[in-house]
Nanobody, 118 residues
Framework: QVQLVESGGGLVQPGGSLRLSCAAS????????MSWFRQAPGSEREFVAS????????SYADSVKGRFTISRDNVKNTGYLQMTNLKTEDTAVYYC???????????WGQGTQVTVSS
């Protein structure tokens, strides 16, 4: 059974940090690109960051560049999103996704809530 399970979300104050994890099972994670998306209430889902299967290529939305870092551990079949200097506008449900290439994301997780508030 294919699964992507996000964890690590929670409530954090502005300026704080969180690290999200995305545990993959049921498919060959090391052969897949991986991305993070987020969706705030009343808004459409938006791209946050992506990483190639090797980890050598990464890209970020302008809104998170310099604050968020995407990474992966193909031995542990897990992807990560390190978030620093969090802002209230980062509040959203965060989803990880994986697929053969970043434009073909076949697998999605259920999401984890991140709330940035004082």
């Amino acid at each position: 059974q294919v699964q992507l399970v996000e964890s690590g979300g929670g409530l954090v104050q502005p300026g704080g940090s969180l690290r999200l994890s995305c545990a993959a099972s049921g498919f060959t994670f090391r052969g897949c690109a991986m991305s993070w998306f987020r969706q705030a209430p009343g808004s459409e889902r938006e791209f946050v960051a992506s990483i190639s299967w090797s980890g050598l290529s990464r890209s970020y939305a302008d809104s998170v560049k310099g604050r968020f870092t995407i990474s992966r551990d193909n031995v542990k079949n897990t992807g990560y999103l390190q978030m620093t200097n969090l802002k209230t506008e980062d509040t959203a449900v965060y989803y990880c996704a994986a697929g053969p290439i970043v434009t073909q994301l076949n697998y999605w997780g259920q999401g984890t809530q991140v709330t940035v508030s004082s």
